[in-house]
């Protein structure tokens, strides 16, 4: 044992720490318990790794040796291929797909979280060196609650308001409040829809909100999302029954239609509402300087 092996031997294990805590399987079932979390593990504790021993390396005026950090950068892109591939695989075979949108969201999120591996034992095994292992401690504490904060995005509750509404037809159209949704033709799938069916509409709370909710893909996610927390009253080979969403034009509201298998209103507006805003869908047209100039 040298001066170094404690402090890399505590940034791994740090490291190793904050990639379990942020590999969480929820609702999703994702990653899959128990080899999908076995390989993020893997992958987790090399990155731990890399952040330790590059602050002994500059210490010891290895410079070269850094540059393995630009070798990783390449391999955990790869994990973001990985992750993209395997989920379009899957989505293929889902009653209510996720969309590319959130696939692409995913497979962002396990990339980036190596990275804050590797910083989170970069700054620790630093903190060890510099000063002992009671600042490592405190600079742990406080990397795991900036992990913390940056795993907690934006859901759909903080930017829109939620509200149940009954469906109807009108003929063979279908509509939720004023929103049509779509046309059934058939009196059996009418009454189908009459029994499971429910409609919400999601009102944007600003102009920006507009933008973000109209995303195909950000609609997709609130479709997928609530199917799998509810289920769905649906097959393959029914197109009647599909959930779906459509935009009023007039206003930017958005009308959800869905079959949950769990007729709850308020569990399933509970869960819309938990939807994760897509970083890929957000929109911000104020930003612009035409808007902002008037």
Request: hydrophobic content about 45%; cysteine-free.
């Amino acid at each position: 044992m040298n001066e170094y092996t404690l402090p890399i031997i505590f940034g791994v294990t740090v490291g190793t720490i904050a990639r379990a805590i942020m590999l969480r399987t929820d609702y999703r079932q994702y990653p899959t318990y128990l080899h999908g979390k076995v390989i993020h593990l893997a992958l987790g504790f090399i990155a731990a790794a890399l952040g330790s021993v590059a602050i002994p390396a500059i210490m010891e005026k290895e410079f070269t040796a850094v540059t393995f950090l630009t070798i990783a950068a390449s391999q955990f892109r790869e994990v973001r291929n990985m992750e993209r591939n395997t989920l379009t695989e899957l989505d293929g075979y889902e009653l209510v797909p996720r969309g590319n949108t959130y696939i692409e969201g995913i497979a962002v999120a396990f990339e980036s979280r190596n990275y804050l591996v590797i910083f989170t034992a970069f700054l620790t095994t630093l903190a060890y060196l510099v000063f002992n292992w009671i600042a490592a401690l405190a600079v742990t504490i406080v990397i795991f609650i900036i992990n913390r904060k940056l795993m907690s995005g934006s859901t759909l509750k903080e930017i829109v308001d939620i509200s149940h509404s009954d469906i109807h037809f009108e003929g063979a159209g279908l509509y939720v409040d004023n929103i049509y949704i779509m046309n059934i033709g058939l009196p059996e799938r009418q009454e189908e829809i009459r029994k499971y069916g429910m409609g919400f509409i999601l009102t944007p709370k600003n102009f920006d909100v507009r933008s973000t909710i109209a995303n195909l893909g950000q609609r997709q996610a609130i479709l997928h999302d609530i199917s799998v927390s509810l289920g769905v009253f649906r097959d393959s080979g029914t197109p009647a029954l599909v959930p779906l969403i459509k935009r009023d034009l007039d206003d930017g509201r958005i009308g959800v239609f869905i079959l949950p298998q769990d007729h709850n209103p308020k569990k399933a507006a509970e869960i819309i509402g938990a939807v994760p805003v897509l970083e890929n869908a957000i929109r911000m047209p104020s930003e612009s300087k035409v808007n902002q100039k008037n």
